[in-house]
RNA sequence: GCGGGCGUGGCGGAAUGGCAGACGCUGCGGACUUAAACUCCGUUGGGGAGACCCGUGCGGGUUCGACUCCCGCCGCCCGCACCA
């Protein structure tokens, strides 16, 4: 019994804080801007401070940390940025809830999540970490505001936005659900107009639909950026007006523009006013009236097999090509916000037109007949026509096809002065004041002699007070601080009044990243060096949430900066992955108010935080997600045990010389093939199938381990291996391991086991033999052999030579080291 | 309506046109234990005593060979949606 050596057992609850501590204290994620290897910045979305990590956090960064490390050990000098996306409303409700101040909240729950990234033992400088609530960070906010301001970017101008009559206050359009009802109290919710600062990023429309071509991001991004963005080719043309005046309109299908008959106006187009008839006046007005009640939801919904509504507004337009009188209405599925307001109907080219004149009995002119079938008759019709045919009803050009037409009808309008090409965007402008607390103020003043002024740079930043009264009153918050609000014009020097706006907090998250590069410089947003360094960033981890709003923002963000001159890179993220969902064990979204998240702590605390990473690798495609479960986790424990075991036997094994022996030929093999599956497989973020193979791996370990084997140096060798390709996936129970096998701290500092293609051939390779297609018996043959070969021995086998002894053999395929497959009739 | 994705055991899932169900969980049987937990071994798609047969949403097709490719359906999910 004393003598007895006493066997080590795994205990995660001793190694992780262990190694944890030593990590720390030794640094080893500590990132250098330059050493002598290719920088590589594994970035992955920032979150925002709403209190604890759950477990669809830890499945959002955890996995990007095991591919970041697996970069490190590749070669690469790799920083893995962690940060806080800390201004924004939750701050603000969750203060108003508690009685608790916003900063307050987010400091302490930036500690607590900042604690639970250690427990996941992410590979965090936090050296570099970015806080955009602080003014060292939201400064630049403010000089990036001024720039745009100076470049023309920045402007401000009438809009409408959503307005929450419970709480008194403005929402961002995020903050609205299901249409028109509010996120955080429930009420329904209705536009107001106000005057709102926005950033021309529709100047950079064409840039950022190119841009997408060339970046390696999942195609339904790029898709949805693309249907965003929303480019249209077309013309405008100009409809005269019987009072003389012009209304234009696009239209992306200017050859049609014989078959117009009628013109709509969106009910809020300015013109409605001036046009109506005093016949008409009441209909109209009231019209207009319960239009702008409906929400955006109803009025533009097609599923609840709505008629088309409108009115009459008693004028008249002059169709510029054959100076028909055509009247004007006006209807709720023409939106002010697309195009002009305004559009020519010709509803026997368009389905929403033609379902508008049958519902008002307007006349239907056909222009395009199709090549087959009957002619269309506009009396007889019942569903519009789309497509290419020769063009009728439309003088000069009657005979030609729809597609010779259209270029020819551009350019006949452009001569006649009646109209032009043009592009449509569906892009607006990005409106990004908010009439919120706790958020970047916007570093403007209003003084009564020189109007609005931008505060000066060397006054900045222009500091959120911390003793303001933030409750939802109905106006923006600061506007009640008197000694924020009151100060001196930077001109004249006169009494002037700050603005009270904060920024939207998209902003904040439009430039982070450059600043990890060098965090707490003070001269510049970031330093142009140190940033080039660092970018493009080579890989971009996050939600599919994000595909439009903060990707497209930050990618004009990016395309501003080169164009300040301050960087010289076009696209901020050359490679994007998105993590699919982690949802609740009944299939639904892990939200905090519902009492659905599962905490990380009490899993780690049971099963170790190693045995949680592969858990989240191994629940299926890291892209996919899918609901929660905690059923496998003791089979990540089980695989740890092994490995471990493994480990620790060999520590009592002696060590011989290498025999050459075809088990250490085949051993070595294993371990080549299963450093080339979880290299490619990290490649391909296939971390499910990166954790098999090490499965895999260990299960065969454990059964040689009981071999004659272990004496041999190749032994020790592939149990080395094995602990360095846990060591991103696993990087607390690998530290210990490293350590157990005697090796030098520390695994992470290690290079990535190296595939040789040579190595990785067992001597003999067993295939199936098919008859017919199916397998009846299989065949060892060596791992070169040829096709002939193959063949060969498959037909020496006893059963196949039963199986078609009286028969004819009709064909026979052999693919070397696949199978071999007779067959016969 | 348009665009994209996905349908494989009890469950999560795996398969460059080449042994379907790797790997894990669960279940079952066994070893160890006074007992249990842990651990280890075996087994685990269906049918059949068996040789074998059936089986990747459904129906066709291409191929020596199809989860994989093609055509036509069905179902589910996501995005966009009266964008002129």
Redesign the pocket.
């Known amino acids: 019994m004393t003598d007895t050596i006493e066997e080590k057992v795994y205990d995660p609850a001793v190694i992780e804080p262990k190694w944890r501590a030593k990590w720390q204290d030794a640094a080893i994620y500590k990132v250098e801007n330059t050493t002598g290897q290719p920088n590589w910045m594994s970035l992955t979305m920032y979150p925002y401070p709403s209190g604890v990590l759950h477990v669809g956090h830890w499945f959002a960064f955890s996995i990007p940390d095991v591919f970041a490390r697996a970069q490190r050990m590749r070669g690469y000098n790799v920083m893995y940025p962690m940060g806080f996306d800390s201004f924004g409303l939750p701050a603000e409700n969750a203060a108003i809830k508690h009685n608790i101040h916003p900063a307050k909240w987010t400091y302490e729950n930036i500690d607590d999540m900042t604690r639970q990234f250690d427990l996941m033992g992410a590979m965090i400088d936090w050296d570099r970490k970015v806080i955009t609530c602080d003014p060292e960070y939201y400064k630049w906010n403010q000089w990036f505001f001024l720039k745009m301001l100076e470049k023309g970017l920045a402007y401000r101008a009438g809009g409408s936005v959503w307005w929450c009559p419970n709480d008194q206050t403005v929402l961002a359009n995020e903050q609205v659900v299901d249409g028109n009802i509010c996120d955080r109290c429930g009420a329904e919710v209705y536009k107001r107009d106000l005057e709102q600062w926005y950033l021309r990023i529709t100047d950079y429309a064409q840039e950022l639909l190119d841009g997408l071509d060339g970046l390696d991001w999942p195609?339904?991004v790029k898709?949805?950026q693309r249907?965003?963005i929303?480019r249209?080719e077309?013309a405008r043309l100009s409809f005269a007006l019987e009072d003389g005046k012009t209304l234009d309109?696009?239209?992306?299908?200017p050859d049609t523009v014989f078959g117009a008959t009628f013109m709509?106006l969106?009910p809020e187009h300015p013109y409605v006013a001036e046009i109506t008839t005093p016949e008409q006046r009441a209909a109209v007005d009231e019209y207009v009236k319960k239009a702008r009640t409906k929400t955006?939801i109803e009025?533009?919904?097609?599923?609840v097999d709505?008629q088309?509504?409108g009115v009459f507004t008693g004028a008249y337009a002059i169709n510029p090509v054959n100076d028909a009188r055509i009247p004007i209405w006006i209807?709720?599925?023409?939106?002010?916000?697309?195009?002009?307001?305004?559009?020519?109907?010709?509803p026997s080219g368009?389905?929403?037109?033609f379902?508008?004149a049958r519902q008002f009995d307007l006349p239907i002119i056909p222009t395009v007949q199709p090549t087959n079938g009957e002619p269309l008759d506009g009396a007889t019709m019942t569903e519009a026509y789309h497509g290419d045919g020769i063009v009728v009803n439309s003088g000069p050009f009657d005979g030609m096809t729809q597609s010779e037409a259209l270029p020819k009808m551009i350019e006949w309008l452009s001569e006649q002065g009646r109209g032009q090409a043009e592009i449509?965007w569906?892009l607006r402008d990005w409106l990004i004041s908010r009439q919120r607390y706790w958020g970047t103020p916007i570093p403007v003043v209003y003084c009564d002699t020189c109007g609005m002024v931008p505060v000066p740079e060397d006054q900045l930043p222009v500091v959120l007070p911390l003793d303001a009264e933030f409750k939802p009153t109905g106006q923006s918050p600061l506007i009640t601080h008197e000694s924020f609000v009151n100060t001196t014009c930077p001109q004249c020097g006169g009494a002037a009044r700050r603005e009270t706006d904060t920024m939207d907090t998209f902003i904040d998250s439009s430039w982070y990243w450059f600043r990890y590069a060098s965090p707490h410089d003070d001269t510049a947003p970031f330093d142009r060096i140190a940033a080039e360094e660092w970018n493009p960033v080579a890989l971009y981890c996050g939600g599919?949430e994000h595909?439009?709003l903060h990707l497209l923002y930050a990618r004009f963000f990016t395309k501003v900066i080169r164009d300040l001159g301050m960087i010289d890179v076009d696209e901020p993220f050359s490679r994007l992955r998105n993590q699919g969902m982690i949802l609740s064990e009944d299939g639904r979204k892990m939200s905090k108010s519902r009492g659905r998240q599962i905490g990380p702590d009490e899993l780690v605390a049971a099963h170790g935080a190693d045995a949680l990473r592969l858990h989240l690798m191994?629940?299926?495609?890291w892209e996919?997600?899918?609901?929660w479960?905690d059923?496998?986790i003791?089979?990540?424990?089980?695989?740890i045990?092994?490995a471990y075991?493994v480990v620790e036997e060999l520590g009592t094994t002696q060590s011989g010389a290498a025999s050459g022996s075809d088990a250490e030929r085949s051993l070595t093999a294993l371990q080549h093939r299963t450093i080339k599956r979880a290299t490619d497989?990290i490649d391909s973020f296939?971390f499910?199938?990166m954790?098999?193979a090490l499965?895999?791996y260990v299960?065969e370990l454990?059964?040689l381990k009981e071999t004659d084997i272990v004496t041999s140096p190749v032994w020790r060798d592939a149990v080395e291996t094995l602990v360095l390709l846990m060591a991103p996936a696993t990087p607390y129970v690998a530290e210990e391991m490293w350590e157990m096998l005697g090796k030098p701290f520390s695994v992470h500092q290690q290079s990535w086991p190296v595939y040789d293609s040579a190595l990785a051939v067992e001597a003999t390779i067993?295939?199936?033999v098919?008859i017919?297609?199916?397998?009846?018996d299989?065949v060892i043959v060596p791992s070169g052999a040829t096709a002939d070969d193959q063949l060969a021995a498959a037909r020496a086998l006893e059963?196949v030579v039963a199986l078609i002894a009286d028969k004819q053999i009709?064909?026979e395929?052999s693919?070397p080291g696949?199978?071999v497959?007779i067959?016969i009739k």
Do not use: C, H
């Open positions: 195609e339904r898709t949805m249907n965003w929303g249209s077309g309109v696009f239209t992306t299908r709509v969106a955006e009025r533009q919904s097609t599923d709505r088309k509504s209807a709720d599925y023409v939106l002010m916000t697309y195009g002009t307001g305004a559009i020519m109907a010709v368009d389905t929403r037109d379902e508008f449509s569906r599919i595909a439009i191994f629940l299926g495609p996919q997600g899918g609901p479960n059923r496998g003791t089979g990540m424990e089980r695989f045990r092994r075991t497989q296939g499910n199938t954790v098999s499965i895999e299960n454990m059964k067993e295939i199936p098919q017919n297609g199916k397998v009846r299989r059963k009709v064909k395929i693919v696949r199978l497959n067959v």
